[in-house]
């Protein structure tokens, strides 16, 4: 049995902060942003969290499948910027679409989060276990990112995007997925505060280590060598030479590493669809954000062959290929 991609949905906040608001709080420039990146906005959640951002994807999701929420039997959500450490994102999901019957749990592989969703959606539907998956990305990103560091602050958007994993004849053809923890420090979020009484002398307030810190050059090399040979490798395990494939659906961090990766696999940049021009990198939630969009224009077909491939801290990185 595979795994096939039945609905797709997405939520991004309203607010919306160009690269020129931005270059009057910190010393960019638009100019710099874009040509580096190829950003030019993200969506900042005001007011919205990254519960209730997931819950609004989900919904739309299972109306575009068809599925009500009653029948979906797990879910599992893939983030890094949730509020809290318990109830997980995917239980509060579950209670606010009203999937009474789903098992719930989130699952954390930063921006390669939605591929290791995906993939462990189709394990649990290989096995036989569950049919019908619901799998959301979420992230509330402007939350981690200091917003004084003009080297991280620029690349970062929040949103949510959802899809409906059943179980088909047609469908999840390969996936490939890594991890590597030795790499871990070239980009970290030690996020929630110590336990400061202990530690005489610190300052109260959030330490700095609490927001992203990422050294960009060594992420953009992982980037560029790891996704065009996991992608390699996907093509490989599952016998599909590149031509029959019809999109490219890369995590959304820079335009500069997505055309590199279209050079590398020899494939025209055409088949590589971007919309980190509008949402920054959104981490979890930037494939099936995508993913919607080009479902909903009407770009993806029954039957397209579409790989799909996620990268970033842990380090980690993933690819799949499926037959939409
Ligand atoms: N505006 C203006 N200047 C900036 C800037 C900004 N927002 N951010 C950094 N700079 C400056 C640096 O201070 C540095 O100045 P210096 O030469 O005077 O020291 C200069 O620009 C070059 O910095 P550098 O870090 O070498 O730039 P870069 O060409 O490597 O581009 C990234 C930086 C972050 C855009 C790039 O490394 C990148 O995209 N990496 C991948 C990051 C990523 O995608 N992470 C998420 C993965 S999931």
Redesign the pocket.
């Known amino acids: 049995m595979k795994t096939r991609i039945t609905g797709t949905g997405s939520y991004l906040p309203e607010k919306i902060i160009s690269n020129e608001e931005l270059a009057q709080w910190?010393?960019?420039?638009d100019e710099?942003?874009s040509t580096?990146?190829g950003i030019k906005k993200r969506r900042i959640a005001a007011g919205e969290t990254a519960g209730e951002m997931a819950a609004r994807a989900a919904k739309r999701a299972l109306e575009n499948s068809g599925t009500s929420s009653e029948q979906i039997q797990m879910i599992i959500v893939a983030t890094c910027s949730k509020e809290q450490c318990f109830p997980s994102l995917a239980c509060q999901v579950q209670k606010a679409i009203g999937a009474v019957s789903a098992a719930a749990f989130d699952l954390s592989a930063?921006?390669s989060g939605f591929l290791y969703a995906l993939n462990t959606a189709h394990a649990y539907i290989r096995a036989g276990i569950y049919e019908k998956i619901l799998i959301v990305g979420t992230e509330v990103l402007s939350d981690l990112v200091d917003w004084t560091d003009?080297?991280t602050c620029?690349?970062f958007g929040d949103g949510a995007g959802a899809v409906v994993a059943e179980a088909s004849e047609e469908g999840m053809d390969g996936f490939v997925q890594y991890a590597d923890g030795s790499k871990g420090e070239v980009?970290t979020c030690k996020g929630r505060s110590r336990k400061k009484f202990f530690q005489d002398g610190e300052e109260d307030g959030k330490p700095e280590d609490s927001y992203i810190s990422?050294n960009?050059?060594e992420?953009?090399k992982f980037?560029v060598k790891k996704v065009p040979e996991c992608i390699e490798q996907v093509l490989e395990q599952t016998g599909y030479e590149k031509e029959k494939i019809r999109w490219y659906f890369l995590?959304q961090?820079?335009s500069?590493?997505i055309r590199s990766v279209a050079k590398r696999l020899e494939e025209p940049e055409e088949k590589f669809p971007m919309n980190l021009m509008e949402y920054g990198?959104t981490?979890a939630a930037s494939i099936p954000i995508l993913l919607d969009e080009m479902n909903r224009k009407g770009e993806l077909v029954r039957g397209d062959k579409v790989i799909l491939s996620g990268?970033?801290?842990g380090l980690t990185w993933a690819a799949a290929l499926l037959t939409w």
Not at 26 to 29: N, P, Q
């Open positions: 910190v010393d960019t420039s710099w942003i580096r990146t930063a921006c003009r080297s620029v690349l980009l990422m960009g050059q992420v953009f980037a995590h961090a820079n500069r590493i990198n981490s990268f970033g801290a």
